[in-house]
């Protein structure tokens, strides 16, 4: 078993199928995504059911309307159907928590399905729904994504409204505000994009969004894809995802070009300051509250990115020059494709050594390609490539210039062609 939902809502369900049904029947006009059904990850607001980021004393934050994502995919006719685990306040790389447990792969159950967004995954892997939402800080859609052989997309910063209203939601800290965003997670590239034209655009709970049109001018077919990555060591199946993904869009007619973006290690240190910055103020608020492991998984965190060391105005001067490089990169190659992560999906609690070395050749393997997206509020596509020969999934992501989606997901859709979807699955039992 997988254990990814931690709450089905089978009532509210049929009485939205049912809704649907009526309105096919005297011919009203539905919406894109009418009767299609989908989960929620549980730091999202979902009304009328708990918001409890896995932890035990939040386990009645009932919510009482739903995020404004929520709130327009059941706009368009989708029907939420079940909430799915994270870990405690989404922190973490592994998806277990003191209020509902450990969350497996449906793969490899002794392997992590990552996190934070680990129950969506998992349960979009193992056909519990078709498609899902979660959150992106620190990969958070597309770890999962990738660690359970699913696609999803991190959307631009801007492109999708999040707000908790929940008792326990707060107002997002520095760190959160420039860079945590939603994204659709699902097993097809066009499930992605159905879902990203009915979240986009403005919305006034969230006043980082904007009104960009989805469809931007076409572009030059050129693909950037480094095989010389910096940041740790990078396992043979990462090369090979990128060679893949490559592949796919040469037969395409692409250009392939073998050239690093700028500075992806200084785009993660930054990202990680940023973080710094918001880990102690979080931590108070949560003195008590937390389990003591996820407490130390946060106070080591803070030793891992600390605040001190750069100023807070050098940081987002920084910020602001890789997002000009990028950007001028990011016109020369229209789309990038990356490893999404440097080494296969982890063991259990492996991210919970007492060996900070190991932790640290964890960390970087995994936010050394991720990190760059959300510190400078691009969109990133993770895309599975098929499985190695061990039948871990293999996957790449695909990113491109802020609010430039349609890049992203005219790449993947290219290389689905090629390697159609490996899900779902039944979970593997042992």
């Known amino acids: 078993m997988a254990e990814a939902v931690v709450r089905v809502d089978a009532e509210g369900a049929r009485a939205a199928a049912d809704t649907v049904d009526q309105a096919r029947a005297a011919g009203e006009t539905l919406g894109p995504l009418a009767g299609v059904p989908f989960t929620v990850k549980d730091g999202l607001d979902l009304a009328g059911h708990p918001t409890t980021y896995g932890i035990p004393a939040f386990a009645d934050n009932v919510a009482m309307v739903d995020d404004p994502t929520i709130g327009r995919l059941r706009a368009a006719g989708a029907i939420p159907i079940a909430k799915t685990n994270q870990p405690e306040m989404a922190m973490r790389l592994a998806t277990d928590n003191p209020l509902f447990g450990l969350t497996r792969n449906p793969w490899h159950p002794d392997r992590t399905p990552s996190g934070s967004s680990g129950g969506e995954a998992s349960a979009i892997a193992s056909g519990m729904a078709p498609m899902g939402v979660g959150t992106d800080l620190g990969g958070s859609v597309r770890n999962p994504a990738y660690a ?103 037969a395409d007619g692409w250009e392939v ?18 973080l710094g910055e ?113 039948g871990v999934p293999l996957g790449a992501q695909l990113m491109a210039d802020r609010h430039r989606e349609d890049r992203t997901l005219t790449a993947a859709a290219i290389v689905e062609a090629a390697y159609p979807p490996i899900t779902p699955i039944d979970p593997i039992k042992s």
């Open 257 to 274: 070009v073998d050239v690093l973006p700028p500075e992806m290690e200084r785009c993660y240190l930054l990202w990680g300051h940023l």
């Open 148 to 250: 359970c052989g699913i696609a999803s997309t991190k959307a631009s910063l801007g492109r999708l409204p999040v707000h908790g209203t929940s008792a326990r939601a707060g107002e997002a800290l520095l760190g959160r505000q420039l860079m945590a965003v939603a994204g659709p997670m699902a097993r097809k590239v066009v499930d992605l994009e159905a879902m990203l034209r009915a979240t986009v655009g403005r919305h006034c709970r969230d006043p980082r969004t904007v009104d960009v049109p989805f469809d931007g001018a076409d572009f030059p077919r050129r693909v950037a894809a480094p095989t010389n990555l910096p940041g740790g060591p990078v396992h043979p199946d990462a090369l090979e995802a990128v060679r893949r993904t490559a592949d796919a869009l040469a």
């Open 278 to 390: 918001d880990f102690p103020t979080t931590l108070a608020g949560l003195d008590g509250v937390m389990s003591e492991e996820g407490a130390h998984l946060m106070r080591s965190s803070i030793d891992f990115w600390p605040a001190g060391g750069i100023t807070p105005q050098v940081v987002h001067a920084e910020r602001l020059r890789l997002a000009r490089e990028w950007a001028l990169f990011l016109d020369l190659h229209p789309v990038l494709v990356l490893p999404t992560w440097y080494q296969p999906p982890f063991s259990h609690h492996e991210d919970l050594s007492s060996d900070p070395a190991a932790v640290r050749t964890l960390y970087d393997a995994v936010f050394t390609p991720i990190t760059p997206a959300n510190l400078l509020g691009l969109p990133a596509t993770q895309i599975p490539v098929g499985c190695n020969a061990d």
